[in-house]
């Protein structure tokens, strides 16, 4: 089957560096989303990993190991609109999608 | 042009009552999904298409969930007979093709409350 784990929330500080971990099990796997979800909004796109190692966009980066079934997103000078939940989500050659519960990070002044 | 839309965007129903939801995707879009989310969750997957090819169905809970993409446009997620534990946001989006590498784009939602 395919399960992903994902931390339920989590708190930082503004201007500082925060990592949310994401570890996944499927077969057949293809690529991993990350997803911003400002509460009573849709989820929105932020970054695309298929191949192992970081992507860097901005202050937003994002890394993946598939030997592992390990990705992070890591958020640079948090600002106060960075409270969010960030979603995990993975796709296999079957064209399966899947999304975890999503993190809830709180950002505190 | 303009993003995912849902219409309606809350629908209050009563137990038993068959409910329509509709989807208009992203103008040029290939790929449509339906999703479920409850609150604090991430969105479930329920079903997806390929223009009006409904290609993984796999997530509808039950048989009174339906779905359809006619025209390869629009698309309509009917549930019948609703019940209670049917109360949820509902969620539609769009790609410009199939799910394996490309993003999706969420449409508002549509909130259903069955009483």
């Known amino acids: 089957g395919q399960n992903i784990d994902q931390p339920t929330e989590m708190t930082a500080t503004e201007g500082a560096i925060v990592q949310i971990n994401c570890t996944y099990q499927?077969?057949?796997?293809?690529?991993l989303f990350w997803y911003q979800q400002h509460a009573g909004e849709a989820p929105t796109f932020l970054s695309y990993n298929v191949l192992d190692g970081l992507e860097e966009k901005g202050r937003f980066s994002s890394f993946l190991s598939r030997s592992k079934g390990y990705s992070y997103l890591l958020l640079k000078e948090l600002q106060m609109k960075d409270s969010a939940s960030y979603l995990c989500a993975l796709t296999n050659r079957d064209d399966k999608i899947i999304f975890g519960k999503g993190t809830r990070l709180h950002i505190l002044p | 042009g303009a993003g995912v839309s849902q219409s309606p965007r809350y629908k209050v129903t009563k137990r038993g009552q068959d409910v329509a939801l509709r989807c208009d995707p992203i103008s040029g879009h290939v790929s449509l999904y339906w999703y479920r989310q409850a609150l604090g969750q991430g969105p479930e997957f329920l079903t997806y298409?390929?223009?009006?090819?409904?290609?993984?169905k796999s997530g509808l809970p039950n048989d009174r969930f339906s779905a359809e993409r006619p025209e390869g446009s629009i698309s309509t997620l009917t549930i019948q007979r609703t019940e209670q534990r049917d109360s949820a946001m509902y969620r539609c989006a769009s790609s410009l093709s199939g799910p394996r590498t490309d993003t999706q784009y969420f449409g508002p939602g549509t909130r259903l409350t069955v009483l």
């Open positions: 298409f390929n223009y009006e090819a409904q290609q993984d």
């Open positions: 499927t077969s057949g796997f293809n690529g």
